[in-house]
């Protein structure tokens, strides 16, 4: 992580990354050298064991705008089918990586969270709003569908179809009072103690054996859209297996027994 980023904040704290976007002048919207340096940690992350949570957060007072429009005069400048196809699924391809990780994802999110920021907080494990939060698809504000970046595969999932139709085909904005109610986001706090909700759950997850956490988060993305309860059990079975084949295992099972905390060695 000894990178130096133009456009995010990276931060290490043991296994916990803070992952920033850090264009607080434009609400943080995804121009190129932001989407070239996402990828770029991202691509790190899938190989990096050692870190083991992710916070995923916006500098300033926005989490994401979505797509920088003012960037190279989007929308009007005429490119083959060819090359905005490209264009397209190098965005969308930001929320497969995250989906995809190893490492739960934590979006703390903070004012807005627009179009491709709406898609980078769905795409996240666990989502946690400050007060201020307001999430939408504006694509579908600007002339185009709403289904974009995985939104709609990801937000009828998560708050079922009726609500998705309902913020899909509108465009309207869900504050924070709603998307909890919804199931959008798991907690809403103040906007002074977001970021630190956000690392008391991360701290909570990095408790947990770090292949137990892996094999976790893998069989959830895998049960989601398992055609069977056979299916979903059958993943199941594997990860238990496989957590029983480590040193962890047998490490939390005496740290219960001894009423002490574990220390696990991902072995």
Same mark, same amino acid.
């Given at each position: 992580?000894?990178?130096?980023?133009?456009?995010?904040?990276?931060?290490?704290?043991?296994?916990?990354?803070?992952?920033?976007?850090?264009?607080?002048?434009?609400?943080?919207?995804?121009?190129?050298?932001?989407?070239?340096?996402?990828?770029?940690?991202?691509?790190?992350?899938?190989?990096?064991?050692?870190?083991?949570?992710?916070?995923?957060?916006?500098?300033?007072?926005? $989490?994401?705008?979505?797509?920088?429009?003012?960037?190279?005069?989007?929308?009007?400048?005429?490119?083959?089918?060819?090359?905005?196809?490209?264009?397209?699924?190098?965005?969308?391809?930001?929320?497969?990586?995250?989906?995809?990780?190893?490492?739960?994802?934590?979006?703390?999110?903070?004012?807005?969270?627009?179009?491709?920021? $709406?898609?980078?907080?769905?795409?996240?494990?666990?989502?946690?709003?400050?007060?201020?939060?307001?999430?939408?698809?504006?694509?579908?504000?600007?002339?185009?569908?709403?289904?974009?970046?995985?939104?709609?595969? $990801?937000?009828?999932?998560?708050?079922?179809?009726?609500?998705?139709?309902?913020?899909?085909?509108?465009?309207? $904005?869900?504050?924070?009072?709603?998307?909890?109610?919804?199931?959008?986001?798991?907690?809403?706090?103040?906007?002074?103690?977001?970021?630190?909700?956000?690392?008391?759950?991360?701290?909570?997850?990095?408790?947990?054996?770090?292949?137990?956490?892996?094999?976790?988060?893998?069989?959830?993305?895998?049960?989601?859209?398992?055609?069977?309860?056979?299916?979903?059990?059958?993943?199941?079975?594997?990860?238990?297996?496989?957590?029983?084949?480590?040193?962890?295992?047998?490490?939390?099972?005496?740290?219960?027994?001894?009423?002490?905390?574990?220390?696990?060695?991902?072995?």
């Amino acid at each position: 992580m000894d990178a130096q980023y133009e456009t995010l904040e990276v931060r290490r704290e043991d296994g916990l990354l803070w992952l920033i976007l850090n264009r607080p002048h434009a609400l943080n919207a995804l121009n190129r050298p932001l989407i070239d340096e996402l990828h770029g940690v991202l691509d790190m992350l899938h190989d990096d064991q050692s870190i083991r949570v992710v916070i995923l957060r916006g500098a300033g007072r926005a $989490f994401c705008a979505g797509l920088d429009l003012k960037e190279a005069n989007a929308g009007t400048t005429k490119v083959s089918v060819a090359q905005g196809l490209r264009d397209q699924r190098r965005i969308a391809e930001l929320a497969i990586k995250i989906h995809r990780a190893p490492q739960p994802f934590i979006a703390a999110v903070r004012g807005p969270a627009s179009g491709g920021g $709406f898609a980078l907080a769905l795409a996240s494990d666990i989502r946690i709003a400050g007060e201020s939060a307001r999430m939408n698809a504006a694509f579908i504000r600007i002339g185009l569908s709403a289904c974009d970046v995985g939104v709609s595969y $990801f937000l009828p999932r998560i708050v079922g179809s009726s609500v998705a139709s309902e913020l899909l085909l509108t465009g309207d $904005f869900i504050d924070a009072p709603r998307a909890l109610a919804t199931g959008l986001v798991s907690r809403v706090v103040s906007d002074t103690e977001l970021d630190h909700a956000a690392e008391e759950m991360a701290r909570k997850i990095l408790r947990n054996s770090p292949l137990g956490v892996r094999l976790t988060k893998e069989c959830l993305r895998y049960s989601v859209d398992a055609p069977t309860l056979e299916a979903a059990i059958a993943m199941e079975d594997r990860s238990q297996i496989l957590t029983t084949q480590t040193s962890d295992v047998h490490e939390g099972i005496s740290a219960f027994l001894e009423k002490r905390e574990p220390k696990y060695e991902d072995t």
